[in-house]
């Protein structure tokens, strides 16, 4: 407002003075309002920026938890698959192991072919840690007339010959040379000897 506007209308010098310092006044307080609505707007305007980078920060820090979370399903998943490998190799050993100490006891000559003669399918490691399906399949290759070579009870017994030699090698023939019990000894191992 201006001295001359109010000069205009008749009001009194002492009366504009009066009207000019509270305009005067309102208008300093207008503009310290003004000045706090803009501090205030400055300082939500921060805050929001501030809760923007907040927000940002945050979904970054998610994607990294996805991907961290990813990485330690992954990790678990190979565990798990490694403990299996570990597991199924643990018991492929005790199997072997089993099968060799089996062809040990029914004294395989070639242990090597026997076991590629076993039905692997039909051996199994129980719950209890118990292989099951081994003796079985090794008695009845020792005791089959296929198989039973491969096993040393199982060399043919040959009576009154000895394989490589002829009658005229053969010193326990000469029954002259003999006491009575190598007499004795030699014709019960071969009785259809002649004397």
Known sequence: MKRKFLEDLGIEKENIDKILDENGRDIENAKGELETVKSELNTANNTIAERDKQLKSLKESVGN????????????????????????????????????????????KTPKAVKAMLDMESVKLDKDGNITGIDEQIKALSESEDTKYLFENSAPVLRGTQPGHGADDDDNSNTEKMTYSEM????????????
């Open 65 to 108: 938890n996805e991907a961290l979370t990813q990485k330690i399903a992954d990790l678990e998943q190979k565990n798990k698959d490694d403990a299996a490998k570990h597991k199924a190799e643990m018991d492929n050993l005790k199997i072997n192991n089993a099968i060799d100490k089996s062809l040990m006891s029914f004294k395989a």
């Open 184 to 195: 004795c000894a030699y014709l019960e191992s071969n009785p259809d000897a002649k004397v």
